[in-house]
């Protein structure tokens, strides 16, 4: 069974500060998403990452994936209170196949 | 270009009942995926639709069904509501299983 674990769940940090988003899964992967949630909205894609090493980033966001160890990051670099939101990973196991959530890291970035 | 749509944005029903949410995919894309998001969750995977087809399920009892037009457009039809299957419901397209995106959501409260 594919499970896929966030930590920390909650986090709670000063705005300039970098800190990073664990996501484990337990088997391996075709692909790796990262998606950011606000408050009763939909899900915003931010990345996806396909092979082992792949490392993408967005402003203040990168994404790296590490297929052997089954671990991805998302790392804040210098947080802005904008980024204050839930952010998910999600694993899709084989091709054409379901695509399965984390529990989300909900980020409170402080003024 | 329009994104993924979903209709309509909030529903409140009583236990028992039967309720209808509606998806049109992205421009473009030929494939929906379902997925039911409790307060303070991560989305569950119910199911995705392929060709007019239901292609993969998660663990979702058979109260939960679908279907897919030859426009590609989704239903997700949910029987004999209960209390538990208050959540926002979210839709998703894609093309041939490139990232996916979301729609708004519909608000299901189930009283």
């Known amino acids: 069974e594919l499970k896929v674990e966030q930590n920390p769940l909650f986090l709670s940090m000063q705005e300039g500060k970098n800190y990073t988003i664990y996501c484990n899964y337990s088997?391996?992967?075709?692909?790796l998403y990262w998606y950011r949630q606000d408050p009763g909205k939909s899900l915003e894609s931010l990345f996806v990452?396909?092979?082992?090493?792949a490392v993408k980033q967005e402003g203040r966001l990168m994404a790296s994936l590490d297929t052997k160890a089954r671990l991805s990051t998302l790392h804040i670099t210098a947080a802005v209170h904008d980024l204050s939101a839930t952010y998910f990973c999600?694993?899709?196991?084989?091709?054409?196949?379901?695509?399965?959530f984390g529990k989300g890291t909900r980020l409170h970035i402080l003024p | 270009d329009a994104g993924v749509t979903q209709s309509p944005t909030h529903l409140i029903k009583t236990r028992g009942q039967q309720v209808t949410l509606r998806c049109s995919p992205k421009?473009?894309?030929?494939?929906v995926s379902w997925y039911q998001q409790a307060l303070g969750q991560g989305p569950q995977f119910i199911f995705q639709?392929?060709?007019?087809?239901?292609?993969q399920r998660g663990n979702f009892p058979d109260r939960f069904s679908g279907h897919q037009f030859p426009n590609y457009s989704s239903e997700l039809n949910v029987n004999a509501l209960l209390l538990g299957d208050s959540a926002l419901y979210l839709c998703?397209?894609?093309?041939?299983?490139?990232?996916?995106?979301f729609g708004p959501g519909t608000r299901l409260t189930v009283l």
């Open positions: 998703a397209s894609s093309l041939a299983q490139i990232t996916q995106y």
């Open positions: 088997t391996t992967s075709d692909r």
């Open positions: 990452l396909l092979s082992n090493g």
């Open positions: 999600a694993v899709e196991w084989n091709r054409d196949d379901k695509i399965i």
């Open positions: 421009s473009g894309h030929d494939t």
């Open positions: 639709y392929y060709e007019e087809e239901e292609r």
